[in-house]
């Protein structure tokens, strides 16, 4: 049985460090507990070949309440926490100018 067990917590911990990680600006932080942040990419365009910028939006969980709005943040993927939220806020990578 002990074998079982520990076989689980290596899965789990292997699990936990396959998340995710990813770092965008923070656009609003007017909600409780949230942030939704922007992910800019550069992608080539399929047919002419000229690099274009492409934006995500994602709603982050922010507990502290830490984040403010054009902070530079790191997240990382974790289990759904409501219908929107699969992230969580990890750190604060540059301050934004007051």
């Known amino acids: 049985m002990t ?5 689980a917590q290596k ?3 292997i699990s936990k460090a396959c998340r995710r990680r990813l770092v965008g600006t923070v656009v609003s932080d007017k909600m409780a507990k ?3 942040i922007r992910i800019d990419r550069r ?4 047919k002419y070949g000229k690099y ?15 984040a ?3 902070d530079i943040v790191e997240i990382e993927e ?4 409501s ?3 699969r992230w969580r806020y990890i750190s604060t990578v540059k301050v934004a100018h007051a």
Do not use: C, W
Not at 3 to 7: D, G, K, P, Q
Not at 52 to 57: A, N, R
């Open 34 to 36: 949230t942030i939704v």
């Open 78 to 81: 974790t289990r759904p926490l």
């Open 43 to 46: 992608v080539p365009h399929p």
């Open 11 to 13: 899965s789990a911990q």
């Open 52 to 66: 274009i910028t492409v934006s995500t939006k994602l709603k982050v969980h922010d507990e502290k309440g830490s």
């Open 68 to 70: 403010k709005i054009g």
């Open 3 to 7: 074998t079982s067990t520990t076989s």
């Open 83 to 85: 219908r929107e939220k």
